[in-house]
């Protein structure tokens, strides 16, 4: 356990602490008990959370107890947007989101074993809760100075919108959770993301006023690309987790297009690869880039991390099937869905011949040009090749019932998509 926190800040993963010597030194006399929790302000976690997940895992490992909440009640509040305010969820669409993020955690901690981790729902301990109660018993211990201070309540303030007492109170509920599992729990660590250390210094303020101890908090950096551009909701380019909001495909796309400026970072972070192959990556990327190994080893990684190793054999497949030498027609019909729906392509009639397909996805200009590629040998349907100029895409082309893979060379792929049935 003493060389946990060496560790995390070795492969990029802590931002901020409360109070880093009293840390490490709690986590080296451990087991301590930590939380890490998740508002369903959407119906899927992303790969911000993951790496909070991440931490956790690490943490459990290394033998400290950890402690998965889902924010069953914070997330009928929401946290407090820097420009506007939040559209509240309905009870039964939180509920039901609170469901699908607890199957997600379930993917990357472990609940059973020898140190099985604890999922909570911070629902089950405010409900009852009153009105006067929660003025009395917890507002009182808030100071409103310190909480117009929070970067985002600040923001808000100081815009035309404002800010409702709705979302201004969010702070109180969050403290109020790690009070609780301080209490009931004996939890003395809370992680969040660093935009949420406001909200984690929120219960670390709460714990030291109600109940005269000292506690912790810890914060993961935002995950960003080369440029900086942070990967999120409020960017709208969110990597989901859910496989309905993002496909196992695409997930692993995404890894394995990593810019080589950014993937050995990202190897630190999202794997469990030790320095000296880290490092060896590294290596790779120097002196061996167009080999891609380290993008390769990441998406293998992460994708069998968050979706397992059948659906990481899937994607692999149909990565395979369209830029290699694999069998298209072998894939199966979600994966295939999946693998060419990011294709560009056209909605082509059966029976239509190859040489207007070619023309109406994309990859020749016209019939002539269309006649020359397959002319020259460079045509292939489900990656058979092309001979005859006149051959048509039949009906058994439509893989599944589908979508027939048109590719020019080996590298420019398109889909001629079956029309839907009226």
């Known amino acids: 356990m003493t060389d946990i926190l060496d560790e995390l800040q070795w ?19 451990g087991p301590i008990t930590m939380y890490v929790g998740f508002d ?24 400290h107890r950890v402690i998965c909440l889902v924010g069953g009640s914070t997330g009928l509040i929401g946290d407090p947007r820097p420009d506007s305010e939040r559209v509240l969820r309905g009870k039964e669409q939180v509920a039901q989101a609170v ?4 199957s997600q955690v379930e993917a990357i901690v472990d609940f059973d074993g020898d140190n ?33 201070k929070k970067d985002a309540v600040a923001r808000r303030l100081n815009s035309e919108q404002g800010i409702s007492y709705t979302e201004f109170s969010y702070q109180i509920l969050q403290g ?18 660093s935009d949420q250390w406001g909200n984690l210094l929120a219960g670390v303020d709460l714990i030291r006023s109600a109940e005269g101890a000292a506690v912790h908090a810890m914060t993961t950096p935002l995950i960003t690309d080369a440029t900086g551009r942070k990967y999120g909701k409020s960017e709208g380019n969110a990597l989901w987790l859910n496989p309905d909001q993002m496909s196992p495909y695409a997930f692993y796309q995404f890894w394995i297009n990593m810019d080589d400026a950014e993937v050995v970072d990202k190897l630190r972070i999202f794997t469990d690869f030790d320095r000296e192959r880290i490092d060896d990556f590294a290596r790779q990327v120097r002196e061996e880039p167009f080999r891609r190994a380290a993008q390769k080893a990441l998406a293998e990684s992460v994708t069998t991390l968050v979706h397992g190793a ?43 011949s190859v040489v207007d397909a070619l023309v109406a996805v994309g990859i020749a200009d016209s019939r002539n040009a269309a006649r020359r590629l397959i002319g020259d040998g460079g045509v292939s349907v489900n990656n058979e090749k092309v001979t005859d100029a006149e051959a048509e895409l039949g009906s058994d082309a439509f893989l599944h019932d589908q979508v027939a893979v048109l590719k020019r060379g080996r590298k420019y792929l398109a889909a001629a998509r079956k029309p839907l049935q009226q």
């Not at 369903?40 to 033998?63: C, E, K, T």
């Not at 981790?117 to 409103?144: C, P, Q």
């Not at 109020?176 to 809370?190: P, V, Y």
């Not at 990565?319 to 392509?345: C, Q």
């Open 116 to 148: 099985p981790a604890v999922m909570v729902n911070n629902l089950d301990w405010t409900e009852g809760i009153s009105a006067l109660d929660f003025l009395r018993d917890y507002g009182k211990h808030f100071r409103v100075n310190a909480m117009i």
């Open 310 to 352: 059948e659906a990481t054999a899937s994607v692999q497949a149909a990565s395979e099937a369209l830029f290699g030498k694999g069998d298209v027609s072998a894939l199966d019909a979600r994966t295939l869905a999946d693998a060419t729906a990011e294709l560009p392509g056209a909605y082509v009639e059966p029976g239509t």
């Open 176 to 193: 109020l959770d790690f009070l609780h599992l301080f209490r009931d729990r004996g939890c003395t660590l809370q992680l969040g993301g």
């Open 11 to 29: 492969r990029g993963l802590v931002a901020q602490t409360t109070d880093e010597a009293a840390l490490r030194e709690a986590l080296a006399d």
């Open 99 to 102: 469901e699908g993020i607890k």
């Open 40 to 63: 369903p302000s959407a119906d899927s976690l992303h790969i911000g959370n993951l790496v909070q997940l991440i931490v956790a895992r690490r943490l459990q490992l290394a033998g």
